[in-house]
């Protein structure tokens, strides 16, 4: 008897994967309603470990979803939904061809609903989990909420979207969870802190909706996604106020109830609405006293207790701490010319207090003429009528001070002021290999001086000895930095032998008689043996280049592209150096004429 | 009387009869200027019309009657043709006229009427005889034409005819039906015509070509046969289109198949209709309009009657519905539409609830997930560049702005998705145009793009290179250049050191061999030889001294002189190579013969202190000793099967070790204890046992060509030299596989040696470094070797891509001497 030979590809990775055409056939769905129930399942394609196998040695790359997964979706009940919402469209369908308006109405207004609950249980089955993917979900919601009716997006979504990210901005505000803030040319990024999960979205800038190009951009697809989103964010909210003691659903203005058929004339109306809905409190739940001190953290000797990194632990949540009353008790006023939103998210993050102009905008609090306000934000270079008893600052101070977790000094960001570039809070410092700008340096280490500080001209010598240390900096890195090195130690013996010369270079005869004399017999004064400073260090990196080469042949392109990519950064951080530091020259320049300029007619003034 | 007659008779009483209806009419014609007063009749101005129509059937019928003729079976197709194009309305509308008709029928009171008749009598007098007299033949074609002629007519008079009726029938009635409250006219004052028929023809509705065939169209009331008019074939058409100035406006009745002769007002008629007037004449379009009833309340009311009661009282009924909807709407049965709409809204809008709120950890376990879920990477977060106001050195200048745009077409090179852009204040920043893109990007990679988990390497690049002693620990070793001997004029081919490492032997290409002082780098003695100095190689034994060169196919073996080392020791090599052994012993084959041949010494070579010479078939290119001196294996180029020879100096013999070729022999070394010979191959190394006579070992080195070969002193160890760029080091013990390949030179290498007494071994090539290696050997057997580069030094210049040709170590001390390509040596220590 001969066994029965076992068919190619039924176990192992042939039979893990299907691929799309398979998975279609397997669900009998159409490839739209399979894309729809893959965004809202979460189900993705897979890059196999061996494709040819995976792809049962069919050549060319196909999309490959793993068997398990379209099994379970076949276990979905939504996918009999979706057969059921195939047959109620063909309703449709069939009575716009006969004309039968009345009826399509009712079919359009009873369209059923797809609840997908469960799916976002089952997606993510713990609070966390849902926190860890909200970044997407977040900026997708935020996007959505300024956009207009489309014919693919339904206009009841867009609104949904917009009543959800004002509530979770107030579990925001509620919480005072905002961490960081930026401003880039893309839109505002926020990022929080939730149960230990630090979450980060952008929210575009005003106008951010245009028409976009068919083939650039589905929003059909975004809209799927948007569905499950909204679901998503519904959730969260719910269980952020519910943490929080808040009322859920809070009380908003009216322009986010769904039901109001006046719809937002224009949506400069919707946005005051929005900002002043964000100046409000929220109602707390009755009995539930604000327990926000969090209690000292309690020291725990746990098993690598490294007392410095407790000690930075500590520090940080002390931060953290100082951050959240930043501004408790101050009162700002904002000028119609800044943007609001964001300023007024972050404020009443802070615990400030806002108000803005009435007469333009709905919802001011305050007064202008309010004498107890500390900070007028103001966007333009001068004003007419201003007091005295509080500071006119620029936008970008608020966001400055928001990452740098102090109310930074105000005077560089004075009203009509040429502002310091705006950093990145998410820079990574931890890395090497990264350029940090000496404004970030000058901030964290308040010893280091940038060289636009100078302000006299006697500095430049000073300075430019601070720009060879900065550029040996990347040199000591260097690979080639032995080569600087023996550069630099043969300058030095070169040097002494100058020196040893000049001595002696008075004559030209002299010298050769004592050449001569040299040359028949003398003694000479013994001159004592310099050790190479350096020396060592060459030798360690030469001896280091033999060894790179003995790396395993295994290894050897891994080594290579890594190398690269060192190589590659430090090239970038000397470009960016050298970029600054030209920058620099160029601005000090300027100044310097500019100074000459003003002492040559204060001169001729005089005269 | 004939059927026909009585036809007649009750023709012209209907017309009799209906000449006061006209007069009628044409009062009530007087009367139209009243409407405005509120008194309209009826009867609008179209009666009048229809009346007229009536007159002119009436000149028709008696025309048709009249006209008996036989039928003609051209007309009958087409009469047939034609009552099945008429539509059954049309027939309709004239039976209504012959209902009109049939109402005046009983008063039969004669009137001024007369003449009218009269007139149509003395119309169809002509006729009426031409037909009577049909029995003449001659008649007969000239009837047919003019039949044809009258149906050619009466087909297009039919049509217009029906049509005008039934024109005439809806004005008619509209007009009733709008004026009726306002005439209050008694409707039924001229009596209700629809139960009173004057039915002639009493067939019915019936297509009237199932009489085709027949002499009759029907039956009167009395149930006589109505026999048709005599028919007119095409001929008597023709003749009585001819003949008859009437015959433009003759129409056939088709019910009575009689010719009926259009009025003149009938003709107006007939325009007014193609033109699409009103067909009454006396209509005006723009009379003035007056509203009867408008919203204006008025003093007295349009209508004389008062309201109804029922007016003033809530209708019972619908009190009754509403008050059943209101009991079902007080009980919740039904709902109103706002009820609805709003519970649809609420039934549409999301409620959240706490949906992580109960579930235990063993639920969660229990939830089924996606199968080793790979979450999503998170977004880059941003940089200091894409700042709205950024760094200055963030900005692009001018020259990476240029690449900017030349990479326009392929933006997804370029160095960031965005443009750094420095904006003076926050106002400033528009809106992202790509942001929506973005979005979608994000989007499309969540659902498509295939994840799998990959490991990201923590290490740095410091970690793949092998953990090492520092060379500082494994000193001595040479490290600086210090000697340059120069003297030779060609490349240097090799050196070597003598036993004591007192001297320096080199040849070279300028066919000379000199003999050098180690110590000072004096050149102590030369030699010019015949061709040019492939190799040398001093005996290892100190008894002796003697330098063995291979210069061509030459292999030459010289006593370096008196003044290089012990005299006595010179002295002796003399006196030993003096004479000759006695050759009765050697027993030499062909095949050696051939190949070697031990030369017997001029005297003027020996001055100038060759000693021994052999020559061979090919060019000797490699040449080493055994350690105990006696024997020197040399290497020939192109040798084939015998490339290898072994030459016994005391006995001055030689040996071919190998029938067979085995490959292109690069070079053979013996083993420095044991009696074993390695021949290195153009990419194989073989270990033979020169007792047993046979192959012991095949090494695979892995090289694509074998340049150089060396032996550890110890004999476990071989390292192999190859053009591409490898040295290969073989643990003898471990296995035939190369233990470690090393690449350390940037070119081909050329010469490796190992030093006799440090565990130091040294390479150079043809790059500009000799590398200097620590070689440890352990004697335990467990443990492997250990290779340690230690040293790059820099080597001398380059000639013809050639820079270092051979190294040798000191027997002794730790220095190196390396033969250059630039005829130099140099002595590293």
Not at chain 1, 340 to 347: G, Q, T, Y
Not at chain 2, 789 to 798: D, M
Request: hydrophobic share 35%; net charge neutral; aromatic share 8%.
């Amino acid at each position: 008897m001969v066994s029965k030979k076992k068919k190619k590809y039924s176990s192992g990775e042939g039979a893990q994967f299907m691929t799309r055409k398979a998975a279609l056939k397997k669900l009998q769905l159409s490839l739209k309603d399979f894309r729809r129930i893959c965004i809202l399942k979460g189900i993705y394609p897979r890059e196999p470990r061996n494709r040819k196998r995976a792809q049962k040695g069919v050549g060319g790359i196909k999309t490959l979803y793993h068997t398990k997964d379209i099994k379970f979706l076949l276990h979905e009940p939504i996918i009999w939904k979706l057969r059921e919402l195939k047959v109620y469209q063909q309703k449709i369908r069939r009575a716009r061809a006969m004309r039968e308006y009345r009826s399509m109405k009712k079919y359009l207004r009873d369209y059923p609903e797809i609840n997908i609950d469960h799916i976002v249980k089952e997606r993510y089955p713990t609070f966390v989990d849902a926190l860890r993917d909200l970044d997407d979900c977040l900026t997708l919601c935020f996007l959505f909420s300024t956009f207009p009716s489309l014919k693919k997006v339904p206009r009841d979504q867009s609104m949904l979207c917009r009543r959800l990210t004002v509530e979770f901005m107030h579990a925001v505000i509620a919480a005072k969870a905002l961490r960081k803030v930026f401003v880039s040319v893309k839109g505002y990024y926020y990022q929080v802190e939730f149960e230990g999960q630090t979450i980060t979205w952008i929210v575009p800038h005003h106008f951010s909706f245009q028409p976009q190009n068919k083939d650039e951009v589905d929003f059909k697809i975004m809209s799927t996604f948007v569905e499950f989103y909204t679901m998503m964010l519904g959730f969260v909210n719910f269980k952020l106020y519910h943490s929080l003691n808040l009322v859920y659903p809070p009380k908003l203005t009216s322009a986010f109830s769904a039901d109001t058929d006046k719809d937002l004339i224009d949506e400069h109306a919707y946005v005051s609405e929005r900002i002043a809905a964000m100046n409000l409190s929220l109602a707390r739940l009755e009995g539930a006293n604000d327990a926000e001190e969090l209690p000292e953290m309690d020291i725990f000797n746990t098993e690598d207790d490294d007392p410095q990194k407790l000690e930075e632990a500590k520090q940080e949540a002390e931060k953290v701490k100082k951050l959240k009353t930043m501004f408790k008790g101050l009162k700002f006023f904002i000028n119609r010319e800044v943007p609001r939103e964001p300023l007024v998210f972050i404020i009443r993050c802070f615990g400030g207090e806002v108000s803005w102009d009435r007469d333009h905008f709905v919802g001011a609090t305050f007064d202008e003429t309010d004498e107890s306000i500390a900070y007028q934000i103001v966007d333009r270079p001068t004003m007419d009528k201003q007091y005295i008893s509080r500071y006119y600052v620029q936008p970008q101070w608020v966001f400055d001070s928001v990452n740098a977790r102090s109310l930074l000094p105000i005077n560089k960001y004075l009203m009509g002021a040429v502002l310091p570039p705006h950093l990145s809070p998410f820079v990574d410092k931890t890395k090497d290999q990264v350029y940090i700008p000496p404004e970030e340096r000058a901030l964290n280490d308040p010893n280091f001086k940038p060289l636009n500080d100078d302000q006299s001209g006697s500095d430049i010598e000073e300075a430019s000895d601070e720009d060879k240390e900065d550029e040996d900096e990347p040199n000591s890195e260097d690979s080639d930095a032995e080569e600087a090195l023996a550069k630099q130690y043969q300058q030095e013996v070169e040097e002494d032998s100058t020196s040893d010369e000049d001595e002696d270079n008075a004559d030209p005869e002299k010298k050769k008689i004592a050449k001569e004399k040299k040359k028949a017999m003398a003694v000479t004064t013994g001159v004592p043996h310099k050790e190479h400073p350096y020396q060592k260090e060459i030798e360690d990196k030469q001896a280091f280049r033999l060894r790179e080469k003995l790396v395993r042949k295994k290894h050897r392109n891994l080594y290579k592209s890594m190398k690269a990519g060192q190589e590659q950064r430090k090239k970038e951080i000397w470009l960016l150096r050298k970029k600054r530091r030209l920058h620099d020259e160029k601005v000090k320049e300027n100044k310097k004429n500019e100074k000459r300029k003003q002492k040559a007619q204060s001169l001729e003034a005089s005269v | 009387m004939p059927p026909f007659r009585i036809g007649l008779l009750k023709r012209k009483s209907d017309t009799k009869e209906t000449k006061p209806k006209v007069s009628d009419s044409s009062q009530e014609e007087s009367d139209d200027e009243k409407l405005i007063s509120g008194q309209l009749d009826a009867d609008g101005d179209d009666t009048d019309s229809e009346h007229e129509e009536e007159e002119a059937s009436d000149h028709e019928q008696d025309e048709v009657l009249f006209d008996d003729s036989a039928d003609s079976t051209l007309g009958e197709d087409e009469h047939v043709a034609d009552a099945s194009e008429e539509s059954s309305d049309l027939e309709d509308s004239e039976e209504d006229d012959d209902d009109d008709e049939g109402t005046s029928k009983e008063e039969e009171s004669g009137d001024e009427s007369e003449k009218s008749s009269v007139d149509s009598g003395a119309e169809s007098g002509p006729v009426h005889t031409q037909s009577g007299a049909s029995d003449s033949e001659t008649d007969k074609k000239s009837k047919k034409d003019k039949r044809q002629k009258v149906k050619v007519k009466k087909d297009r008079g039919q049509k217009t005819e029906s049509s005008i009726d039934r024109l005439a029938d809806t004005i008619k009635k509209t007009s009733v039906t709008q004026l009726k409250p306002v005439g209050q006219k008694d409707e039924y004052e001229s009596g209700d015509t629809s139960d009173e028929e004057d039915r002639r023809n009493t067939v019915g509705d019936v297509p009237m070509w199932w009489y085709n065939e027949y002499p009759h169209v029907g039956y009167d009331l009395d149930g006589r046969r109505i026999i048709k008019p005599p028919q007119r074939d095409q001929i008597d058409e023709f003749l009585k289109k001819c003949e008859d100035p009437e015959f433009w406006r003759t129409v056939r009745d088709p019910s009575t198949g009689q010719d009926v002769i259009l009025s003149k007002k009938d003709l107006k008629l007939i325009h007014r209709l193609r033109e699409g007037h009103v067909p009454d004449p006396t209509h005006d379009e723009y009379q003035p309009w007056v509203e009867w009833f408008t919203r204006e309340v008025l003093q007295t009311p349009l209508r004389a009657f008062p309201e109804h009661k029922r007016s003033f009282l809530p209708s019972r009924s619908e009190q009754k519905q509403v008050a059943r909807i209101v009991h079902a709407l007080k009980m919740g049965w039904t709902k109103t539409r706002k009820q609805l709409a709003d519970e649809r809204r609420k039934k549409r809008e999301k409620n959240f609830y706490n949906l992580w709120g109960s579930t235990t950890e063993e639920e969660e376990q229990r939830l089924r997930g996606i199968h080793k879920h790979i979450p999503a990477p998170r977004r880059a977060l941003p940089s200091h560049a894409e700042s709205y106001n950024p760094p200055p050195e963030y900005l692009l200048d001018s020259k990476e702005l240029k690449e900017w745009n030349k990479l326009s077409e392929t933006p997804w090179k370029r160095k960031y998705t965005f443009l750094p852009t420095q904006y003076a204040s926050l106002r400033q920043v528009p809106a992202y145009e790509r942001f929506t893109r973005e979005r979608f990007l994000r989007c499309l990679d969540l659902y498509l793009a295939p994840r799998a988990i990959k490991m990201r390497l923590t290490i740095s690049p410091e970690d793949l290179v092998p953990k090492l002693p520092s060379p500082r620990d494994l000193q001595p070793f040479p490290t600086s250049e210090s000697l340059v001997m120069r003297g030779h004029v060609g490349l240097v081919r090799s050196v070597d050191f003598d036993p004591a490492g007192q001297y320096v032997v080199s040849g070279g290409d300028d066919c000379t061999l000199r003999v050098w002082e180690s110590s000072t780098g004096r050149c102590l003695r030369t030699v010019r030889l015949a061709e040019s100095v492939s190799r040398v190689a001093w005996i290892p034994t100190a008894g002796l001294s003697l330098v063995a060169a291979a210069a061509g196919a030459r292999l030459l073996l010289l006593n370096p002189g008196a003044d290089v080392g012990a005299h006595r020791v010179a002295q002796r090599t003399d006196d030993l190579l003096e004479e000759p052994p006695p050759k009765h012993d050697v027993q030499v084959d062909e095949r050696t013969s051939s190949a070697v041949e031990w030369q017997r010494v001029t005297p003027e070579e020996w001055a100038r202190g060759v000693r021994l010479a052999i020559s061979h078939f090919k060019p000797v290119t490699h040449v080493a000793w055994h350690a105990r001196g006696d024997y020197l294996c040399a290497t020939l180029r192109e040798g084939a099967s015998r490339a290898v020879v072994v030459h016994q100096v005391s006995r001055r013999r030689s040996q071919l070790p190998f029938s067979r070729a085995k490959g292109l022999v690069q070079c053979a070394l013996f083993h420095p204890t044991r009696p074993l010979l390695f021949v290195a191959t153009q990419r194989v190394v073989r270990v033979y046992d020169l007792v047993k006579q046979e192959l012991v070992r095949k090494l695979l080195t892995g090289a694509q060509w074998i340049s150089h070969m060396a032996v550890h002193p110890a004999g476990d160890n071989l390292l192999v030299a190859s053009y591409d760029r490898k040295c290969i080091w073989f643990d003898l013990e471990l296995s035939s596989k190369p233990y470690q390949t090393l690449r350390l030179h940037g070119g081909a290498v050329r010469a490796v040696a190992f030093h006799r007494r440090y565990p130091l071994f040294a390479s150079a090539g043809d790059d500009d470094n000799i590398i200097v290696s620590h070689g440890m050997v352990y004697n335990d057997l467990l443990q492997n070797p250990l290779l340690v580069p230690l040293k790059q030094l820099r080597a001398g210049g380059r000639a013809e891509e050639l820079c270092v040709l051979d190294v040798r170590w000191h027997p002794t001390q730790p220095w190196l001497l390396a033969a250059g390509a630039d005829s130099t040596l140099r002595l590293y220590t």
